[in-house]
Each structure stands twice: as structure tokens, then as C-alpha cells.
């Protein structure tokens, strides 16, 4: 049994960190996101006996993901849509990269541009741009075709620079 | 590759996502067309821009962690049922002695319970008057109380007599 408590210290904690950005973007506060990181370890660590090597990262998140809708649906959560527009228009004609700069400087303004975004493709832009993921690791956690997580991803950035620099949302 | 199939692959190329076959045309193509390479610069400066949101774990997050992992609380949670009935309890019973002070009409009405209870068991048992097992006995025990004239109380007629009450 220590050895056990040893092992998941060692292989689970280390990505506390992500746990608790996944968390914090999909719950959408500090209190929130804290119950859902200890809620999710307690599960990781009540179902380690099963985790058999393999990424203990997205093993963790694709936990603290569940908790995390769970904890939304507690909270009668509504759904969000993203403008058909933004969802239609391959072409790009958003803001200039100069004025994304601009805008980026201010990480208060960035974050709120990204907590605009619907929850499924605020999840797709947290895992790939700040945890790394690659599709095919996004694809198996969330639970969806790879060509679904990249076209999620190509959208959710063109509604991001919209936001970012456009503001509130349409 | 024009510039429709080049925007449908480029974030797949920023991602590090194409083969390499698609890498090769999709970067033949941004050599030669400024939109589209504009296109991928912004994909730059939007992930260095995503990317420093993060937020790490509050300092305290791990201790927390560490402590619920050692103290479940599932394993918590019976002690903590138990004492809240047990305190139901306790106020139930003082709840239940204030009444009883309070109302002295209450207990007129527990020996007219034990009375009608006395009668209901004679009738059974036969005319004869005998006294009447303490109402506490019947309730618990379905088994036949070792009285004078059993003839009638037969095993079915325990449970029936324990529900009167």
C-alpha cells in the first residue's frame, strides 16, 4: 500500500498543474476548479489499480474532464453556441496579427477573450495550445474523430482572434 | 494547392499534424503567397498569446489533495451519520419528555391505548379477564406469550396483535 501511495504521488501528481487548468477553464472559477482537481484525484486514485502505464497526463485530464461537465450539469450550466458565421467562413478575415500582439500583451483580456468560447472548443484550445496534446491524444480524451478535434481547433482560434480583438462577443 | 486547400490544412500544419507529403505542397505554398503565410504568423502569435493563460495550481492544491487521499471520505462519512442520528435521537426523546410534561393528557391517552389493547387480547383469549401482557412484549416478540387459554393464539394471530398498537 505505500508503495502504491508512492507510485501515484510520483505518477499522477506531477501534473497537478494541468489538471488544475483544465479544471479552471472548464469550471470557470477558482472554488469550482479546486473541488473538481480533489474530486478527480480522489477517483484517480481510487481506480490507479487500473491505470497500466501509458500517459498518466491525459489519463488525469480525461478524469478531471468528466468531473468537470459533471460539476457544470450540477450547476444547471447552459450550453453555448459559436456564431454560425465564425463556424462558416474558411477564409480569413480577421484581425491582423499586429493587433492580436497588441491585444496579447494584456493576459486579462486574452483570458476572458478564450473563457467566450463555448466549452467544447475552449477544452480543444486548452489542451493543444497550452497542454500540448497532439490530435490524435485530444481525439481519444474527448471522445470525438481526429478531423473533428482539427476542425474544432482551426474555428475556435478564428472566434478567438474575434474576440480578442473585437471584444465582446457578436 | 490554392489558397482554399492551403487555409483548410494550416492549422494541421502549425499543429506539427500534416504528412509530410502535405508539409511539402502546403510550404511550396506559403513561399509564394503572403495571405496565407500571414495566416500562420497570426496562428503563431495566437498560441503565444493562448498559451501564458495558463494557471498553475494554488500552492495549497497539493497538501489539500494529499490530505483527502489519506482521510476518503467515504470512510468519514459513517461516523458522521451516526452522530447525526444520534443526536435526532437524543432530541426526540427530550422533545418527547417536555410533551409529556407539558401535556399530561398524553399519557390518559397511553392507557386508553393499553385498555382497548387488554380488551382485544381477552377477546381472543377467551372471556376470562387476564392481565395484559405490558404492550412492549406484544409489539416485539410474534412469538405466542405462555398464557392461560392459547387455544385461539395461534401463530397467526401474533404479528396481527402486534400491529394493533
Known amino acids: 500500500v505505500e508503495n502504491e501511495n508512492a507510485l501515484f504521488e510520483q505518477t499522477i501528481l506531477p501534473h497537478l498543474d494541468a489538471a488544475y487548468n483544465l479544471a479552471r477553464w472548464l469550471a470557470g472559477n477558482e472554488t ?11 477517483r484517480a486514485f481510487k481506480s ?10 491525459s489519463w488525469l485530464l480525461t478524469i478531471v474532464r468528466n ?67 497532439s ?18 481547433l482551426a474555428r475556435g482560434r478564428r472566434a478567438l482572434q474575434e474576440f480578442l480583438v473585437g471584444g465582446a462577443a457578436k | 494547392m490554392n489558397c482554399d486547400e492551403a487555409l483548410r490544412l494550416i492549422d494541421g500544419y502549425h499543429d506539427g499534424e500534416l504528412d509530410s507529403m502535405h508539409s511539402v ?15 500562420l504568423n497570426k496562428l503563431r502569435v495566437l498560441r503565444e498569446a493562448v498559451e501564458q ?36 435521537l437524543a432530541a426526540a426523546l427530550v422533545l418527547g419528555f417536555f410533551l409529556a410534561q407539558v401535556f399530561p393528557g398524553n399519557s390518559s391517552e397511553k392507557t386508553l391505548l393499553a385498555a382497548l389493547t387488554d380488551s382485544h387480547i381477552r377477546s381472543l383469549v377467551g372471556t376470562q379477564a387476564i392481565p395484559a401482557p405490558p404492550i412492549r412484549a406484544v409489539r416485539a416478540s410474534p412469538r405466542r406469550p405462555t398464557r392461560p387459554g392459547p387455544q385461539l393464539l395461534n401463530a397467526r394471530d401474533g404479528p396481527e396483535c402486534a400491529r394493533f398498537p
Open chain 1, 32 to 42: 469550482d476548479a479546486r473541488d473538481v482537481v480533489q474530486e478527480s484525484c480522489l
Open chain 1, 48 to 57: 490507479f489499480s487500473r491505470f497500466r502505464g501509458g500517459d498518466a497526463r
Open chain 1, 67 to 133: 468531473a468537470a461537465y459533471t460539476a457544470l450539469r450540477k450547476r444547471g450550466a447552459r450550453e453555448q453556441f459559436l456564431d454560425s458565421e465564425i463556424l462558416d467562413s474558411v477564409a480569413d478575415t480577421g484581425p491582423s496579427a499586429e493587433q492580436i500582439l497588441e491585444r496579447a500583451a494584456n493576459i486579462e483580456a486574452v483570458r476572458a477573450a478564450i473563457a467566450q468560447l463555448p466549452a467544447d472548443y475552449r477544452e480543444v484550445i486548452v489542451l493543444r495550445e497550452m497542454e500540448n496534446f
Open chain 1, 135 to 152: 490530435y490524435k491524444e485530444i481525439a481519444d480524451m474527448v471522445g470525438l474523430p481526429i478531423g473533428t478535434v482539427m476542425s474544432r
Open chain 2, 25 to 39: 505542397e502546403i510550404e511550396r505554398h506559403l513561399a509564394a503567397c503572403d495571405n496565407c503565410a500571414a495566416r
Open chain 2, 53 to 88: 493563460t495558463a494557471f498553475s495550481a494554488p500552492r495549497d492544491l497539493r497538501a489539500s489533495v494529499l490530505a483527502s487521499l489519506h482521510t476518503p471520505p467515504v470512510e468519514n462519512a459513517k461516523p458522521r451519520l451516526g452522530l447525526t442520528i444520534g443526536l435526532a
